[in-house]
């Protein structure tokens, strides 16, 4: 096979640039939450979580259970080496239960975050490598240490602002929750699911849980935030879906159309080609046109330098 070459690398990572940048701003330009249908159809076995801010206790079982199943070195720095206590996604922590009060105190809740695992995710389309992969039959979005050369242009495209950087680490990784791929693979379900005393969060089928999430919303009219499910449309929807009983901006999560990142990316170099074709068009007429007129020139001239003996001077 061949090698790739240092222009080709150079190449790549600033189409992935491109690509990153343009994803994470058209992200202000997206409609208005919750209008149409996901962009992208899910995977046929397209698994996912429902996380309900309702049924949260804010135990915290799931952050040192996802720690444990995926090997990630506890983050003690808050509590000077004690206990883990991270104050937010890091390089140590996949998966995070955060506490939210309104400023006048009148409203609080616990959240649950990890990587959304987008049906369209932005850091695939973002990454010049392919480091960053979403699994064809259950839509896992993965991270391929053999292919990744440390742009981190993930954390730039993603609107979640989920995947993190190792940089106290020589040979660092990209760190995000995989779903547990390799509990997964074992039939079991992730760690963080598996753990939860309560069911604040739960495992299955995609398709599953978004009906389990409507009946919620039916049974309770009034109980959950604008009566919807954040993630069935979002950002071209998600696999991780929530419930929430305060708004979905206030706990930290991005008002998005239904139009994903990467597709907004993959408009603009269309739009620029149909654009170009007018100039192109014109320029060639033009240039025709000269060219037309110059030969006639240049005909003229040869026949003038024949009857006088005078040459062109142009």
Known sequence: MRGVTRREVFGLAALGAVRAVV??????????PGEGAAAVAAPPQAVAMLYDTTRCTGCKACMPACAEANGLEPDTAMSGGIWQMPLDLNAQTKNIIKLWESDDHSQWSFVKRQCMHCLDPACVSGCPFGALEKDPLDGVVAWEPSRCIGCRYCEVACPYEIPKFEWSRFNPKIVKCQFCDHRLAEGLQPACTAACPVGAVIFGNRDALLADAHERIDAAPGKYFEERVYGEHEGGGTQVLYLSHVPFEAIGLPALGPTSNPEYARKWPRR????????????????????HRWRRHETEAHQLERETGLKEQL
Request: glycine letters at 10%; aromatic letters at 14%.
């Open 272 to 291: 620029i080609y149909q654009w170009l074709w007018g100039p192109i068009a014109l320029y060639a007429l033009v240039a025709g046109v000269i060219h």
């Open 23 to 32: 994803a994470s701003g058209e992200a202000a330009a997206a409609v208005a």
